[in-house]
């Protein structure tokens, strides 16, 4: 498998423009996790999803944020409008819970986000 | 509600020196806990995880970690460090499917 995939891997954008990242999960995998980093708050998970249906979303930053996942091979997050404090590394993971929790999550390599 | 410590932001080490990364956890229930790394530019890889049963994880790169229930920790440790192993180091928790992340060791390694 090839892994976590995430595109693009850099995106540069102007304030005011829509952005969409975008993620396709390990094959097989139900658990899907969007996570944001930035020097200032670290690590933090903005949504996740348990078999294509969003369980928490309570780290999404404000309405001008949001996450699909229409089938198991595929998620978006999306930014309307953006604004140069969106500028951050977004990383897509997905895992597998064996009957609980105990799987860990594979990470893609990110997408870099510069809101100008 | 988990949530995970990690009580230093960079530890800066000399070549061949051993080091601890310390992390502290909270949580209501039983939890899965992990150490990732990550490399400049790069996504998180997996170190080692606790599920169950003995509470000295070894994992990759020489890394291991021990979990104390008691203390609620699980420090990673390595009993020599190489130039290599300069990255930042997360600590996580898992329960009920969500992972949540410390704020991450930036580990320096001095020649």
């Known amino acids: 498998d090839a892994g976590v995939i995430q595109s693009p891997r850099h995106e540069v954008t102007e304030m005011g423009q829509e952005v969409t990242l975008r993620c396709k999960p390990i094959?097989?995998?139900?658990?899907l996790f969007w996570y944001r980093q930035t020097m200032m708050r670290g690590l933090e998970l903005l949504i996740y999803?348990?078999?294509?249906?969003?369980?928490?979303d309570s780290g999404m930053p404000e309405d001008r944020f949001s996450a699909k996942m229409p089938n198991a091979s595929f998620s978006t997050l999306k930014i309307q409008p953006s604004e140069p404090r969106d500028s951050a590394v977004y990383f897509c993971?997905?895992?597998?819970?064996?009957?609980?929790?105990?799987?860990?999550?594979?990470f893609g390599q990110g997408t870099r986000l510069t809101v100008v | 509600a988990q949530s995970v410590t990690q009580l230093d932001s960079q530890v800066p080490v000399f070549e061949e020196a051993p080091v601890e990364l310390r992390c502290n956890y909270s949580?209501?229930?039983?939890?899965?806990l992990f150490w990732y790394v990550q490399y400049p530019n790069q996504g998180l890889q997996l170190l080692l995880k606790?599920?169950?049963?003995?509470?000295l994880v070894k994992g990759i790169n020489g890394f291991e970690a021990e979990f104390n229930k008691s203390q609620t920790s699980f420090h990673l440790r390595k009993p020599s460090v190489h130039i290599s192993d300069t990255a930042e180091y997360f600590c996580?928790?898992?329960?009920?499917?969500?992972?949540?992340f410390g704020s991450g060791t930036r580990l320096s390694i001095r020649p």
């Open positions: 993971a997905s895992s597998f819970p064996m009957g609980g929790s105990e799987s860990e999550a594979f």
């Open positions: 094959s097989g995998h139900n658990s």
């Open positions: 999803f348990n078999n294509n249906v969003p369980i928490d």
């Open positions: 949580s209501s229930v039983s939890v899965y």
């Open positions: 606790y599920l169950s049963g003995s509470t």
């Open positions: 996580a928790v898992s329960e009920t499917s969500k992972i949540i």
